[in-house]
């Protein structure tokens, strides 16, 4: 005589075995990469193995008009998906495969879509600048209307951009690695000394000085001014005094600003230098920081942000720089850059996203992952 034992089932009114079969769907997830260039899934790849799991399968492909298209190729029906997009040169494109691809999912009856955008494209444009718009707010209303429930990025250029969403930002800290690095591959490291390119970054700054038990040094004068003073307005609209009419209110005028000589805050002579920062795309500032610390007595120079934007010239400007070592995490593709100039070296990062991946799914808290972090981080 044979025994057979089942799991009680409660069948509904509606449906019978089919709503097991669609329960069991349900709790599972899959993991896509919205990019159409090799280069780009590299990040995807390392994620997915992290998770013991494939990489969902999906086209995405530019037709030869130049217009994105996006097919896919298996039932997502219920199903929790993540998005994994990272942003290479061409950024647009990058936006529409995202766009289109969350778009697809939605109308293929996703439960829940994540989108894993490790580099959050356009976040520098997150302020009024005189007749222009807040770009990075846009972009956040276009993700929305796209079908995106859920974004998991890294580092934001600022954390404010988090209130541009109707869901949930996890903003991670790339920050644990690039310490690591400092205190593993970075010789004498005791004798180094945190810089601030800039007195905005000088609250990054400090947070890897307090971290590393280290002293701190800020850059500050005109060469340090990244931004036109143009740029927000001040002198907009054009001062014309109407000649006629009612004169109008005599306001008092805003003194101009005047930059002092560029000056290094605190003493670097001897030391090893390591500037911090958020985002590495056009590398004058620190080509000009790295020979003003050169002179002050820095004796080496590292370069440390997670994303490593790397446009135009960059690579050859690091080479011919007096620039030691430049570290970046792989938030951003960067591995024709590496070839150009082989003082870039790379920080993996897909640990962390892997886990606040699997964090999400398992319905876990991510408090873990931002243990230690503060308000001013």
């Not at 969403?165 to 310490?179: H, I």
């Amino acid at each position: 005589m044979r025994l057979y034992c089942a799991a009680p089932y409660i069948p509904t009114q509606r449906g019978g075995a089919h709503d097991l079969i669609m329960n069991v769907a349900k709790s599972g997830y899959r993991v896509f990469s919205a990019n159409s260039t090799p280069a780009c899934t590299e990040l995807s790849k390392k994620i997915t193995e992290r998770l013991g799991v494939e990489l969902g399968k999906s086209v995405v492909y530019q037709e030869s008009n130049r217009e994105t298209r996006v097919e896919i190729k298996e039932s997502v029906r219920g199903q929790t998906i993540f998005i994994i997009q990272t942003i290479p040169r061409d950024v647009n494109t990058a936006i529409m495969e995202l766009l289109i691809m969350a778009y697809a999912l939605k109308t293929s009856c996703a439960k829940n879509i994540i989108g894993v955008i490790p580099y959050f494209p356009y976040s520098k444009q997150c302020k009024m600048r005189k007749r222009g718009s807040i770009v990075c707010k846009l972009l956040a209303s276009m993700l929305a209307k796209a079908g995106l429930t859920h974004i998991i990025t890294m580092d934001l250029h600022q954390k404010e951009i988090q209130g541009f969403f109707t869901f949930p930002v996890d903003n991670l800290r790339a920050s644990p690695f690039l310490v690591q690095y400092i205190q593993e591959e970075i010789p004498d490291y005791r004798n180094a000394i945190i810089v601030a390119k800039s007195p905005s970054a000088a609250k990054r700054a400090q947070s890897f000085a307090e971290r590393l038990r280290l002293g701190l040094a800020v850059m500050h004068g005109e060469a340090q001014c990244s931004e036109s003073d143009m740029a927000d307005g001040r002198h907009s609209p054009p001062c014309v005094r109407n000649t006629f009419g009612h004169p109008g209110l005599e306001l008092p005028l805003m003194m101009a600003k005047e930059k002092p000589p560029i000056t290094v805050v605190g003493d670097v002579g001897g030391r090893i230098a390591i500037i911090v920062d958020d985002i590495i795309d056009d590398v004058e500032d620190f080509v000009a920081t790295a020979e003003i610390l050169k002179e002050r007595g820095a004796y080496k120079i590292y370069v440390m942000a997670t994303h490593g934007l790397l446009s135009a010239d960059a690579p050859r400007l690091i080479e011919e720089s007096a620039i030691d070592e430049v570290v970046v995490t792989n938030t951003v593709p960067h591995e024709v850059q590496k070839l150009q100039c082989p003082k870039i070296k790379t920080v993996d990062v897909s640990m962390i996203l892997a886990e606040a991946i699997r964090r999400i799914h398992n319905g876990e808290s991510m408090a873990y992952l931002f243990r230690n972090i503060t308000v001013d981080d």
